[in-house]
């Protein structure tokens, strides 16, 4: 069997083992918070992070409908999670050992020039377009979409089981609507839940930065 092969057959039992899968990228997330990394290992972790994230972008794009992409509020709980514990480790490295790798010293120099004054302006622009706009706009979107799914259920279930009683469908399809509903009203619910928790991590990251700030203007000093 070559390498391929082998790596294939094992994310084949890895896309079987899903709570596994969950589990191991907790477990690394929190090692990521403890344990202080090196700057390559930080920029690959960084790079995979903005990639999956394109991913995610891409496939929510291109579903046609929700119950298609059902595992998102996870996707969004485990990537949020592991965004905060890059943010914790590059934190780390920059007020230890002032270099926290080539792609954020190059995120820095392109977006700002290297200008603290500059940093600044900018930083507070992308803090009120992510907290106000993006973080409790999506969070309210969640909500609202929560709640039509739950206020609607009662009446699409009537409407089903009329649609039974006039022959229009049978058991098996009226099983698989209900079951449609039911993971529906699920999803629309751990959205929600999901989208606080993103809430909370923007207000997080923005806690985290000024602390960047400060401590590396007194560490500096």
């Known amino acids: 069997m070559t390498i391929s092969e082998r790596l294939l057959h094992f994310l084949a039992k ?10 191991i990228l907790m477990l690394v997330a929190v090692v990521m918070m403890l344990i202080p990394l090196p700057t390559f290992l930080v920029d690959i972790l960084i790079t995979a992070n903005i990639a999956v994230s394109v991913l995610i972008l891409l496939a929510s794009f291109y579903v046609s409908h929700p119950l298609q992409f059902s595992s998102l509020p996870s996707v ?4 949020t999670l592991f965004r905060l514990a890059i943010t914790i480790t590059t934190t780390r490295l920059i007020l230890l ?15 700002v020039g290297g200008s603290i004054a500059v940093g600044l302006v900018i930083f507070l622009i992308i803090t009120v377009a992510q907290f106000i706009v993006v973080a409790r706009g999506a969070e309210r979107v969640a909500e609202v979409a929560a709640r ?25 399809e009226a099983r698989r609507l209900r079951q449609q509903l039911e993971r529906e009203s699920q999803l629309f619910g751990a959205m929600d839940g999901a989208m606080k928790f993103v809430k909370g991590d923007v207000i997080a990251g923005i806690v985290i930065i000024l602390v960047n700030l400060i401590g590396g203007f007194a560490i500096g000093t």
């Open 14 to 23: 890895l896309s079987r083992r899903s709570d596994l899968v969950i589990a």
């Open 76 to 79: 969004i709980l485990i990537a």
């Open 97 to 111: 050992q002032a270099d926290a790798g080539e792609i954020v010293s190059a995120f820095g120099t392109f977006v």
């Open 148 to 172: 039509f799914t739950l206020d609607a259920l009662p009446g699409k279930q009537m409407s089903i089981d009329a649609e039974l009683r006039n022959g229009d469908i049978d058991q098996a």
